[in-house]
C-alpha cells in the first residue's frame, strides 16, 4: 500500500484525501474526453458510410457554341467525374442529355456512350423549335438518386430565323428579393454576428441598388456587381434593426431581416493568415456543456474533426490550411448532444489547375488555308500527359462570346445552386477582392447534398437506380389487367436482327424489370414480352429513362435586339448555302465496332441451309438436317426436344427457339414459317444461364435481312421504336491541300472550322492538330477545355484572324 505522506508536491495538492479528490476528479474528465471522442468517432464512421453509399459524380459539357440556328447541329462533350477527386468516373458508361425550355418540357434528348469518363454527341437543331432561352441538362442514371439540383445545367439559345422573332423588350421594374443569411446560419441576442445579404432583381446594374439599414445609426450597404455584400449586426433584445431597398429612382422597398434568437450558438469564420483560418463559435443561454464538434468536409470527404473546449460561453479554433481539402468545405458545430447548430461554407483555393496554351503559326491566315494549332498543357507537377480536351474554332461574331465555364462549373456550380456568372479565369490567382467575393458567394449559396439527421440515424440514400457499369439499361413494369403489380413475371427483350441479343428478367415486388443493353446504339425496334405460351394477360411498359425531377432555373427572358437581326440573317443564309451542297457529309455517322456475336457465344451445331436441299417445309428439315433438336408432333401441336450432351440425355422442356433474336414460345409458330427466309439455323445443346433465367437449350433462325421476314408477331407482345445510345456523327471540315482543292468552285459558308472531342495529349503534354479556314473572313477564336487524369481542369482562348489575301 503506498504511503501517501511521501507523495511528491504534498503541500501543493493538500492532504491525501484532497489529492484522492483530485485524481478522482481526472479520472472523470479523462472518461467524459474519451466518451465525446468515441462520439465525434461515431459520428465520423456515421458519415463515411454514408458517403461510401452515396457515392457521387459530377457532369461537365463543353458545348460548341451557346447560341445554335435551327438547321444547326450543336456539337458538345461531356465529362463525366468523380464528385469527390474530379478524376474520371469509372461507375457509369450513359450519359443522359436534355434540352429543357422554361416549363421543363423536354424538347430535345438523347443519350451517349460514356468511356474512361469522357463521351461525345450532337443535337440537331429542328426547324420546329421556337427561338427562346433553354437549358441543356445531363445527368447519369446513378445521378438520379440524389438532388436534381446537382445535374449540369447551362442556359443556351436557339433561334428559329424562320419564324418572326421577337425583337428586345424593355422589361418593366419589378420589386427585388433580398434575402439575408446569418453566418452559420444563426442570429442570436447580444452576440455580434455578421450577415450577408444577396439582391435578386431584374435591373442591369446593381449599381442602382443599395440598402439602407437602420440599428441605432443608419447605415448605406452597397452590394456587389453580383448583388452580394455583408455587414455586422448585434441583435438587441429590446429593439430590431429595420432595413430598405433603395434604388436610384428614389423607392423604397420594406426588407425583413431574419428574427434573432434568445439562446443559441454562432459561428465566425476567418482568415487568420495565409497559412490558416480562425473557428470562432459562442453560445448564450445554453445549458453549460463543456464541448462543440467540429466537423468540417469537402465533398462529402471529410478533412477535420475536432472536440472542442467551450470556456466562458467562447471556444476558438484554428485550422491549418493545408488540412483543408481545394474548394468549398463545409463546416459544422455541433452542440454536446450531437445535433447540428451552425454552419457555412468556406473556398479554399483551387491548386489543380491546367494550364493550357494554344497556338496557331500565324495570326492572320488566307481563306481556304491551314491553321495548325500546338496545344502545350501542364499543371502543378508539370506536362499533363494522357489529358483529355476538347477544341472548338468559331466565327466571333454579336452573337457568339463563349467562355472556359469549366472551372467554375466544377468547383462551384455543380455544388451551390445560382452561382453568380463569374469571368472564367476567375478562380486563377484570388486576389483579397475575388476572396471577398467567394466568401459572400459562400455565405448566400449554402447547400448541402445530405440532412445531417439521416447520417446521425445511421440512414443511407434510397437507391432506386443502378448505376449503368456496362451499357444501357431499359427499365419497365409488369402490370395485371387490372393495373397492379406484378411480380415474380419472367420477361424478355429482345432487337430483332442479324445480331442474336436477347435479355431476362423478373420482376420484382414493384413489378419493375430491367435490362442491361450491350452495344444498344441508334434507333431500333424492341420486342417485350412474357412467356406468351403461359401468360398472356400481363401488360408490359417501358418507363422513360429520362428523369422526371427537376430543380428551379431562373432561365432569362428571351429578346433579340434589332442590332443582332442582320447578324442573324447572315449566318441563317450561309447554313442554308452549306446545307445545299453538304448536306450529306454533314449526316454522316462515325462507324461503331460491335461484338457480333450472338448473346449464347458459338453454337455447338450451325446449319447454313443454302448449302443443303432446300425443302419447302420446316418439319423436313428439321428432320433431316438437324439431329441435335427431336420433333415431336403431340395433340397441343409440335414440340422440340433438345440433346443434352453435357448430361448425355435430353430436356424435358421445349427448348429456347428464336427467329431474329425474338423469343417464340409456341414450336408451331416457326414450324408454320416459310423456311426458304431462313439463312441459318444455329442449334445450343446446352443449358444456358442468362442471369436469373435457366434456359434448357437454343434453338435460334436468322433470316437472310434480320428483318424478321414478314413473320406476324404475337399481337400481346409489345413492339415499340426505342432510340438507343447515340451513333456519333461525324463533324465535317474539307480540306485544302493542292491548289486544286482551294480553287474549287464549290462554296464553303462554315463559320465553326473546327470541332474536336477527343484530342489526347501525349507524354509531353503536347498535341499538334490542323483545320482549313473557309470562305468566310474575320476573327476567330479557338476554346480548348479539358481534364486531367489527376482531376486538374482548365480552359484556354485565343484568336487569329482569316483575310482576303492574294496567292
Avoid at 755 to 782: C, M, R
Amino acid at each position: 500500500m503506498m504511503n501517501w505522506s511521501f507523495f511528491p508536491y504534498r503541500s501543493a495538492f493538500g492532504t491525501p484525501g484532497a489529492r484522492l479528490s483530485l485524481l478522482a476528479g481526472l479520472l472523470l474528465l479523462s472518461i467524459t474526453a474519451t466518451a465525446q471522442q468515441q462520439a465525434l468517432d461515431s459520428l465520423v464512421r456515421k458519415f463515411n458510410a454514408y458517403r461510401t453509399v452515396a457515392t457521387t459524380e459530377k457532369v461537365y459539357v463543353h458545348i460548341d457554341q451557346d447560341v445554335c440556328l435551327t438547321g444547326e447541329t450543336m456539337w458538345f462533350k461531356v465529362y463525366l467525374l468523380n464528385a469527390s477527386s474530379h478524376e474520371p468516373s469509372k461507375l457509369s458508361k450513359v450519359a443522359y442529355v436534355e434540352v429543357l425550355d422554361n416549363v421543363n418540357h423536354a424538347v430535345l434528348q438523347t443519350k451517349i456512350a460514356v468511356s474512361n469518363g469522357v463521351g461525345s454527341g450532337s443535337l440537331f437543331i429542328p426547324a420546329s423549335i421556337t427561338s427562346g432561352n433553354y437549358v441543356i441538362r445531363v445527368y447519369t442514371a446513378w445521378m438520379r438518386n440524389f438532388s436534381p439540383t446537382f445535374y449540369f445545367h447551362k442556359q443556351i439559345t436557339l433561334i428559329n430565323p424562320f419564324r418572326r422573332l421577337e425583337l428586345e423588350k424593355k422589361v418593366a421594374a419589378q420589386k427585388s428579393l433580398v434575402q439575408f443569411f446569418p453566418e452559420g446560419g444563426t442570429l442570436v441576442k447580444g452576440i455580434p454576428s455578421r450577415i450577408a445579404y444577396r439582391i435578386v432583381n431584374l435591373y442591369d446594374s446593381m449599381s442602382r441598388l443599395s440598402i439602407q439599414l437602420i440599428n441605432g445609426d443608419t447605415t448605406i450597404l452597397k452590394p456587389d456587381r453580383y448583388g452580394l455584400g455583408t455587414f455586422s449586426l448585434t441583435p438587441q433584445a429590446d429593439k430590431r434593426a429595420v432595413a430598405y431597398l433603395l434604388d436610384d429612382e428614389g423607392h423604397r422597398q420594406v426588407l425583413e431581416l431574419p428574427a434573432a434568437a434568445d439562446a443559441g450558438y454562432s459561428l465566425t469564420v476567418k482568415d487568420s493568415t495565409n497559412e490558416s483560418i480562425a473557428l470562432g463559435v459562442r453560445k448564450v443561454n445554453v445549458p453549460d456543456d463543456d464541448n462543440v464538434f467540429l466537423l468540417v468536409h469537402a465533398r462529402n470527404v471529410i478533412s477535420f474533426a475536432r472536440v472542442q473546449r467551450v470556456r466562458g460561453g467562447r471556444a476558438a479554433v484554428v485550422i491549418p490550411r493545408s488540412a483543408l481539402a481545394e474548394g468549398i468545405s463545409h463546416i459544422t458545430v455541433f452542440d454536446a448532444s450531437m445535433h447540428p447548430v451552425c454552419e457555412r461554407l468556406y473556398f479554399n483555393p483551387v491548386k489543380r489547375i491546367l494550364a493550357i496554351s494554344a497556338t496557331q503559326s500565324q495570326r492572320e491566315y488566307g481563306v481556304r488555308r491551314k491553321v495548325t494549332l500546338d496545344l502545350d498543357v501542364h499543371d502543378a507537377d508539370g506536362p499533363a500527359a494522357a489529358t483529355s480536351l476538347s477544341v472548338a474554332v468559331y466565327r466571333r461574331d454579336s452573337l457568339r462570346r463563349n467562355e472556359s465555364h469549366v472551372l467554375n462549373s466544377l468547383w462551384l456550380d455543380s455544388d451551390l445552386q445560382e452561382v453568380p456568372d463569374l469571368p472564367a479565369d476567375f478562380l486563377i490567382n484570388l486576389t483579397p477582392g475575388k476572396r471577398t467575393i467567394l466568401d459572400n458567394i459562400m455565405l448566400t449559396h449554402g447547400w448541402r447534398r445530405f440532412t445531417w439527421s439521416d447520417v446521425a440515424a445511421g440512414k443511407t440514400p434510397p437507391i432506386t437506380f443502378i448505376p449503368e457499369l456496362r451499357g444501357h439499361i431499359i427499365r419497365g413494369k409488369v402490370n395485371n389487367p387490372e393495373g397492379n403489380p406484378e411480380p415474380g413475371k419472367v420477361t424478355y427483350l429482345s432487337a430483332p436482327g442479324t445480331n442474336i441479343q436477347v435479355y431476362g428478367s423478373v420482376s420484382n415486388k414493384k413489378g419493375e424489370v430491367q435490362y442491361e443493353m450491350k452495344d444498344f446504339s441508334g434507333s431500333r425496334r424492341i420486342a417485350v414480352q412474357t412467356n406468351l405460351s403461359r401468360d398472356s394477360t400481363s401488360k408490359i411498359t417501358i418507363v422513360s429513362p429520362f428523369s422526371d425531377q427537376f430543380t428551379t432555373i431562373n432561365i432569362k427572358p428571351f429578346s433579340l435586339s434589332p442590332k443582332l437581326a442582320e447578324t442573324v440573317a447572315t449566318r441563317s443564309f450561309r447554313l442554308q448555302v452549306q446545307d445545299i451542297y453538304y448536306q450529306d457529309r454533314g449526316a454522316q455517322t462515325r462507324s461503331v465496332t460491335i461484338d457480333t456475336t450472338a448473346f449464347y457465344g458459338k453454337a455447338d451445331a450451325t446449319y447454313y441451309l443454302d448449302d443443303y436441299t432446300r425443302f419447302p417445309v420446316m418439319e423436313e428439315i428439321m428432320r433431316e438436317y438437324v439431329p441435335g433438336v427431336l420433333v415431336r408432333k403431340r395433340r397441343d401441336g409440335f414440340h422440340f426436344i433438345n440433346l443434352d450432351l453435357v448430361n448425355k440425355g435430353v430436356f424435358n422442356e421445349d427448348p429456347f427457339i428464336m427467329l431474329d433474336g425474338l423469343p417464340l414460345f409456341d414450336a408451331d409458330e416457326i414450324m408454320s414459317y416459310d423456311p426458304l427466309k431462313v439463312k441459318k439455323l444455329e442449334v445450343f445443346t446446352r443449358r444456358y444461364y442468362m442471369g436469373v433465367l435457366s434456359l434448357p437449350g437454343i434453338v435460334s433462325y436468322t433470316t437472310y435481312a434480320g428483318d424478321l421476314s414478314g413473320f406476324n408477331i404475337d399481337p400481346h407482345c409489345l413492339v415499340l421504336d426505342y432510340e438507343g445510345l447515340q451513333l456519333q456523327r461525324e463533324y465535317y471540315t474539307p480540306r485544302y491541300e493542292s491548289a486544286k482543292q482551294r480553287d474549287s468552285r464549290m462554296p464553303d459558308q462554315r463559320d465553326r472550322l473546327f470541332w474536336a472531342p477527343s484530342v489526347v495529349t501525349d507524354n509531353d503534354g503536347k498535341q499538334h492538330l490542323e483545320f482549313f479556314t473557309s470562305d468566310i473572313t474575320g476573327e476567330y477564336e479557338v476554346l480548348v477545355e479539358g481534364v486531367s487524369t489527376k482531376g486538374a481542369a482548365g480552359g484556354t482562348k485565343s484568336k487569329f484572324a482569316v483575310v482576303s489575301l492574294n496567292d
